[in-house]
Structures are given as C-alpha cells and as structure tokens.
C-alpha cells in the first residue's frame, strides 16, 4: 500500500531502527550519573548531540534535545521574546508557517504582545522586501520556515535572515520539512525541527540557539540541556534520531534528484488526467518530495477516502476533511483553490511504479466523486455563451448550510443561464467559499465581483459572466 504522507510522519528509517534497538541496551542509565552506566549514556548524548549539530551546521553546545518539534517551536519562541523584552515585544511570523509557530503567537497575542503575519503570493513565499519592512525597532523576534508543509514551497531564508540581521532582529527558522534534505543556508539566529519528519522516531525535536542570542527560557528549569529541555532524555530515541540524520543525510542528494523526477510527473501529469485542477505551490523551488494540487466539484473528504480504498495514503488541506470546517490557513494565506486538496510527500524509496498507479486510478477516483455530488461535466462546465433576451441578467443560488464544494458546483450549473455581462450571485455560509469561488472565476475565465454580508447570514458572493 503506498505511504504518501511522509510531511506528516516518515516512515522509521532502518538505520533509526537498528540505533534505537541498540542503544535500549547501552542507554537507559541517567547520563548526568558518573557511574559506569551513566558515563555510558553521556558518551551516547554527546555523540548524539556532535551528529545532529554537524547535520544542523552549529556547535553542539548550541544544541539541545527536545520531546517534540513542536515544544521546540515553543521554546525557542518563548525564550527569544523573554530574552529581548527589553527590545520590544513584536513577533513577526509569515501567513503560512506551521500551526505550532502560529499558536505561540497567539499565546504572546494573550499576554499582550504584538504580532505581525507578513502575506504570501500565490506561490506560498514571501517577499524578502516585504518581510524586510515588516521588522521595526520594537521587533523581539521574527520566525520563518524553511519550506511549506502543505505545498512544499522553499522561502527565501537566506535574504530574510539578512534583512533581519541588518534590523538586528532574530531569526527562528522552523526546519521540520527541510533539514532531512540538507542544511538551512543564511544567518539563522534559532533553529528547531522534528525528528520524525526525517525517519527518526516520533518524541524528539531538537533546538540549536546561537551564541550571542538573548534567550532566557519559561517556565520551570533544571540542569539538563541546558535548561532549555528540563526532564529526564529518551536517550534511545535521541541516538536513532542523529543516526538517523546522518543516514538520511548521505543518502539525500541522489534520492532527492529520483523524487524530484517522480514530482514532476505528478505536477505535469494530474492536469492532464484530471480536468480543473489547480496545482499549487511554487514549481521550482520547492522540496523534492511534495506535491499539492485541488480539484474543482470534489468534496476533499471522499476523495481520500476513495484513494486510501484504492490503497494510497495521502494529506489534505480540504476544509471539507477537517474539524474546524475551515481551509487551511496556508491555501487561505495564498489565496488559491481549497476545495478536493490533495498533498502527496513521497517518503525516501518511492517506486515509480506506484507514482504510476496513482496517476491511472486518480482520474477516476474524481470522477466517481464528482458524478456522485451531481457535478458531471455536462453540468459543470460552462455553456456555449447565450444571448438571448430571455436570458435573466442575473440570478441568486442558495447555498446556505451546504459544505464545500457544493456551492461551486451551483454556481457552475447556472453560469450559462445568465446573459454575457450577466451576474450569479452564491449566497453561501462554508468557509471554503471565499477561497473557491474566486478561483472558480480565474479557471474558468469569469469575474469575481465581490463578496458582501448576506441578509440571511453568511456572505453573497457576486460572479460575472464573461464568458
């Protein structure tokens, strides 16, 4: 069954595996003892520590282990603002990094700082510039991520970082997707990332500040990794996290140049199986593993489950598949289609042939889920233009209390009913409207008018004809 979810969690690495097995026997004593097992155990630390900073690119006292990337996240973020309190209190962050940054935000936000989202284009990046004039002279901290973990696309950290050190500002770099596939270039200030987002065990983030950063950690310490960390190590988890690295390391440039292949067949290929398709993310600088596209008249939840019926495994954006019944806050930030969202992250040893089978079932798994929604391609698509005096100007569908996609798919069944110039206007209250509908306007050639507050509750949203 093919695993295409590895952004999520990639599969355990052997060389994780044989590490972790191993080290249950030597590892498992205290490393702050000076007992025989005690020094045994500092000695696999210190080696675990010296593998991952090298990997990092930072002095291993820089370096510390933590239960999670995202607690990583949240101490390095902590720790920063408290270190420079006295500078300010404003966070920068961009629009799309990952909710574990986003939600240190918003805990900052509630004890009164400030925070700045710097926008995105349609590619997922940020302007360096426009990052640049974010930074002020209140600016405690400034976070930004590697590479996107929905649609893969790389951000320009390197002219960031410079910009922040001319502003004399930090920089925190989330590198949970990237640092499997090589180090973070430019003048990094903090760094966390995730082990098992590489092939490392699940439980172990790691934290490298730089010397000279004020950082002043929250909450309570004590002696282990410097403070930073408090609480006994999983030490095994920790060496087959570095062994793990460092395989993954050696192996990356050759396996990167396979899957990047692998990815370029999928994004030339799915628009021309598929009709309405969107692929989104940037095409060039991007991971070598993830690709992310939508699809029009798809609800996102039925299309996965179709696919992992078919036997693959993959991600979603989709409001329609989560919880908050909102899009993801990074397709949101971008401004582009949401709805039947698919994230393909091929993990290390990806075989072609798989790639190959989910290129001939795709076409008809949409399909399937586009007939059974009512969105056929006869009713989907835009009619021949009409002229006809007949013709209403303009016409109201109610989409109230219906999930995405189904107020898109109204709209295309009456687009044509309207004279050219003619307006359609959805009244709809899912959130995904507001990102579909307007690009359901630029795939198919119409205008977006607008969106206004509907009488009813929820938003009326106002389509021009034009073609």
Sequence with gaps: MPYFDAASAAPLHPVARQALLASLDEGWADPARLYREGRRARMLLDAAREAAAEAVGCRP?????????????????????????RVGDRLVVSAVEHSS????????????GTVTEVPVGRSGAVDPAVFAAALGPDTALACLQSANHEVGTEQPVAEVA???????????????????????????????????????????????VRKGVRFAPQGPTDERESGRAPGFENLPAIVAAAASLRA???????????????????????????????????????????????????????????LDREGFSVSSGSSCTS??????????????????????????????????HFLDVLPGVVAAVRERLGATPSAASAAPPSDSPSDSPSLVVDAL???CPIPVIELAKVIADVPLGGTVTVLADDAAARLDIPAWCEMRGQEYVGESPAAGGGSAYVVRRLS
């Design 101 to 112: 940054v986003l939600h240190a935000g918003e805990t900052h936000a509630a004890a009164g």
């Design 61 to 85: 006292d820089e370096l510390v282990f933590t239960p999670s990337g995202t607690r990583a996240v949240h101490a390095g973020v902590s720790g920063a603002l408290a270190g420079r309190r």
């Design 248 to 306: 993954v390391r050696a192996e990356a440039a050759a396996e990167a140049a396979r899957l990047r292949g692998l990815v370029d067949r999928i994004r030339t290929r799915v628009p021309e199986l598929v009709p309405d398709v969107e692929v989104v993310g940037d095409p060039v600088r991007r991971l070598p593993h993830l690709v992310t596209f939508s699809c029009l008249y798809v609800d996102g939840e039925t299309l996965l489950h179709e």
């Design 162 to 208: 410079e910009a922040c050190r001319a502003a004399n500002v930090p920089l925190l770099v989330d590198a949970a997707q990237s640092l499997g596939w090589g180090p973070v270039d430019g003048g990094w200030s903090l760094l966390a990332a995730s082990a098992h987002k590489w092939g490392g065990p699940a439980g172990v983030g790691l934290l490298a």
């Design 323 to 356: 919880s908050t019944l909102t899009p993801s806050h990074v397709l949101r930030a971008m401004g582009v289609l949401s709805e039947g969202n698919v994230r393909l992250s091929l993990p290390a040893g990806t075989a072609a042939s798989d790639v190959d």
């Design 401 to 403: 209390g219906r999930r």
